[in-house]
């Protein structure tokens, strides 16, 4: 089955103390993306990628890290997670030449930094 | 980013029509988007149309446009239970990037 998985799916952690999120597709896309969802304020970009090793900013990247060294993979990273980042997370991934609409969304993460 | 705004709540009967409203900036052709947000699941696209259309239709969901005023609805002939969600506008920036609305909480009541 085609699918985008994350984990974890529920995170609650301190202010300061490193997390990865991971993400992982099964469709061999080429483009990866992370998005975050805030109440009021819909779905705004962090970071995104192109294929392996090419990764660019998004709307709001402040406060996180990507890497993408494997096609399949595109772990968001919060090197010191403060409370503005919680948040419900997606990643999405869409093959090169596919339409946006043809973007896969994953099942969110919801994380919460106290 | 390109903007697009959106009602927060929508509180319907059930066997009723919702209507979804949007607006969007973007003056050159592009796609627009309805996505639904069940909760505790990702996002589900759930219809779009093309910038030079005026109108959709797929089953129960009818699209309109109207580019004069860059607004769009979503209709949901006989709303039901299930079709309780958050429902998100979203318009093409680019191949690969979506820009969203808020999101409208629709709540069906019985």
């Known amino acids: 089955e085609a699918q985008v998985t994350q984990n974890p799916r529920y995170l609650i952690t301190v202010t300061g103390k490193k997390l990865t999120v991971t993400c992982s597709q099964n469709m061999n896309h080429e483009y990866m993306s992370w998005y975050r969802q805030d109440p009021g304020l819909g779905l705004r970009q962090i970071y995104y990628s192109m294929n392996v090793e090419v990764t660019d900013k998004g709307d709001v990247p402040e406060g996180y890290k990507v890497s993408r060294k494997e096609k399949r993979n595109f772990p968001l990273i919060l090197e010191s997670p403060s409370p503005n980042q919680t948040s419900l997370y997606f990643c999405?991934?869409?093959?090169?030449?596919?339409?946006?609409?043809?973007?896969?969304f994953g099942p969110g993460t919801r994380l919460t930094v106290t | 980013g390109e903007d697009v705004e959106q009602s927060l709540f929508l509180s319907v009967r059930e066997g009723d029509s919702s209507v979804i409203n949007c607006t969007y900036t973007?003056?050159?052709?592009?796609?627009l988007y309805w996505y639904k947000q069940e909760p505790g699941a990702g996002l589900q696209l759930l219809t779009y149309?093309?910038?030079?259309?005026d109108m959709k239709q797929d089953q129960r969901l009818t699209v309109l446009l109207n580019k004069k005023d860059k607004h769009l609805s979503l209709r949901i002939a006989d709303t039901q239970t299930g079709d309780s969600a958050i429902y998100f506008c979203a318009e093409r920036e680019n191949d690969y990037k979506l820009s969203f609305g808020a999101g409208t909480t629709v709540t069906v009541r019985a």
């Open positions: 973007d003056s050159s052709s592009t796609y």
């Open positions: 999405a991934s869409q093959s090169r030449g596919a339409g946006v609409h043809e973007q896969y």
């Open positions: 149309i093309f910038s030079n259309m």
